[in-house]
């Protein structure tokens, strides 16, 4: 008993020498490290390189250190924003994976950011000049585990495939 009241000493100790922006330091280094997880995960998938999709998000992907909102602003330390692109070849068809789920709700129109949620949102710009935006909400909250992130991959295969299916050329048109 004293030996559990000495680690929670200890430990209370630990917790009130934590300066405040090494916790945010901390939390966001977590963050990237759960963003190069998904990355490699699906510059991996074997039907995201079949499909010819770029996994982008190595040098971009992350808020910067000093946003200013092109100087509307003070600075402000924008890396805890993340996400990872894919895009294909002609770049027609675009899907963001956010770390941070941008969120209106419906009723009240408050804008949220939902840290740590995982959404999807896909662009695809279709033939003929039609433009389709939509949002994937999920319940894919990090960390990731191979299954979640199996779930984001296949959500950005089976919206490629609708896009793909949609904008094909009908049977006897010339290509």
């Known amino acids: 008993m004293a030996e559990q009241q000495d680690v929670k000493k200890l430990f209370k100790r630990m917790q009130d020498d934590l300066d405040f922006q090494d916790i945010k330091d901390a939390y966001e280094r977590k963050r990237e490290s759960e963003r190069d997880k998904l990355i490699n995960h699906l510059k991996q ?3 995201l390189s079949k499909a010819e999709l770029d ?9 910067r250190k000093n946003y200013t909102s092109h100087g509307q602003i003070s600075p402000f330390d ?11 070849q002609d770049e027609s068809f ?6 941070n789920m941008p969120d209106t709700d419906p009723k009240s129109g408050n804008f949220h950011a939902l840290y740590d949620r995982v959404g999807l949102i896909i662009d695809e710009h279709g033939s003929g000049g039609s433009f389709v935006h939509t949002v994937v909400h999920t319940d894919i909250d990090l960390p990731f585990d191979e299954a979640a992130m199996e779930k984001i991959a296949q ?3 089976e919206r490629f495939n609708i ?4 904008n094909e050329a009908p049977e006897g048109s010339a290509s």
Do not use: C, D, Q
């Not at 924008?78 to 294909?88: C, G, S, Y």
């Not at 675009?94 to 770390?99: F, M, T």
């Not at 896009?163 to 949609?166: H, R």
């Open 94 to 99: 675009s899907a963001i994976i956010s770390l």
């Open 78 to 88: 924008l890396r805890n924003w993340k996400w990872v692109e894919i895009t294909n």
């Open 163 to 166: 896009f793909i299916k949609n």
């Open 55 to 63: 996994v982008t998000g190595l040098i971009g992907g992350k808020g």
């Open 45 to 47: 998938h074997p039907a």
């Open 155 to 157: 959500i950005v295969i």
